[in-house]
């Protein structure tokens, strides 16, 4: 069964700081990796996804995610963060099939 | 955001209500999603569609039904609401990749 895990609840940073939100699957077959942002009383907003290809993937906003299939992992960065970057964020999975499963999620506070 | 509509956004209802939360798209997409989040908690699959006439439930149980008559229109049904069903309930569309803003709905 595919399963996503993000060991982070939560995640402080400066403003200007790189930053990272780690994410972990467990998927048989070639994983579909994604990832969201939530800003309060909104819904998820998509920022990228990994198929196949290149393994850093670059998204919205300036986030990029590293898709690593030895550490079967999907991190989620950006080189500088913003305060404007705080929301909670999801890490996503799907094994090729139709259901996508979905982390716990990591709520980033960018400190100004 | 704009792909996916849902309405209402924000409903507050008594105990033993029917209600329907409305979902709808232009973009033709085939596969549609209902996702059950309570807030800032992570989603749970509770129906998908394939298509027209094409329903099925997802990994969280859940009372409600819904239907798939229009490719354009996927509602989502409670026949008796209760508290326990308070939540947020948010659609998406073709891979999960577009998310409706959501319905917050709230049983008292």
């Known amino acids: 069964a595919q399963s996503v895990a993000q060991p982070e609840d939560q995640v402080n940073v400066a403003e200007g700081n790189p930053l990272t939100v780690k994410c972990t699957y467990s998927v048989s077959g070639n994983p579909y990796l994604f990832w969201y942002v939530q800003y309060p009383n909104r819904g998820l907003q998509f920022l990228l996804k990994y198929i196949t290809g290149d393994n850093l993937v670059k998204g919205s906003y300036g986030f990029e995610a590293e898709f690593n299939k030895s550490q079967t992992s999907f991190h989620l960065k950006k080189p500088s963060a913003l305060v404007s970057d705080s929301a909670l964020y999801f890490c996503a999975v799907k094994d090729g099939g139709f259901k996508t499963i979905f982390g716990a999620g990591t709520r980033l506070f960018v400190k100004a | 955001e704009a792909d996916i509509y849902q309405t209402p956004r924000y409903l507050v209802i008594g105990t033993g209500k029917k209600i329907t939360l409305e979902c709808s798209q232009t973009?033709?997409?085939?596969?549609m999603y209902w996702y059950q989040q309570d807030p800032g908690m992570e989603l749970h699959l509770i129906h998908y569609?394939?298509?027209?006439?094409?329903?099925e439930k997802g990994d969280l149980s859940s009372e409600s039904t819904v239907s798939r008559i229009r490719t354009e229109h996927f509602p989502l049904t409670l026949e008796s609401a209760r508290p326990s069903h308070t939540s947020q309930y948010l659609c998406?569309?073709?891979?999960?990749?577009?998310f409706g803003p959501g319905t917050r709905l709230t049983v008292l």
């Open positions: 998406a569309g073709e891979d999960t990749q577009y």
């Open positions: 973009m033709g997409h085939d596969k």
């Open positions: 569609s394939y298509g027209v006439n094409s329903t």
